[in-house]
């Protein structure tokens, strides 16, 4: 394991809200990271489908693993989503995160979110990374060093 997966892993360890969702980390490398949850029957909205919020927080968990597959904080700064069928309670849900491009502290990742691990897709999402910036030390300001001398 890399020092950026071990990151990644911290950082899923303390996501509470993937995991109360019911999503387990099935893969992780760097640049990459695989989901998978259950559709429950609390997850419907009022068509009797998967709301679209619980496939989108898949996807999007999918997407921060891997991103912060680097061992560096990344952060979401844009997510879209296009629902390509109706999901249903029982489905089984995979999604598969891929970087794209990594530019600095920029990247870009594709998820594709499938019914059950070779099945059909059923969403696709992109998002934009952003690594957080690295704490400098502390440094005392001149004015208090000069009034020092």
Known sequence: MTAGQDGAERMWA??????????????????????????????????????????????????????????VPTVATHCD???????????ELVATAVERVRYGRSGIYDVTVRRGQDG?????????????PTPTPAVEPVSARLSNE
């Open 14 to 71: 303390a996501d509470v809200a993937s995991r109360d969702l019911g999503m387990e980390l099935g893969e992780l490398r760097p640049g990459y990271a695989r989901l998978t949850m259950r559709v429950l029957d609390r997850m419907l909205n009022g068509h009797g489908i998967a709301h679209g919020g619980f496939v989108f927080a898949l996807a999007d968990s999918a997407f921060a693993c891997a991103c912060n597959s680097y061992g």
């Open 120 to 132: 059909e897709v059923v969403a696709e999402f992109r998002g934009h990374s952003r690594a957080l």
């Open 81 to 91: 989503i296009s629902f390509l069928t109706a999901v249903r309670s029982g489905d």
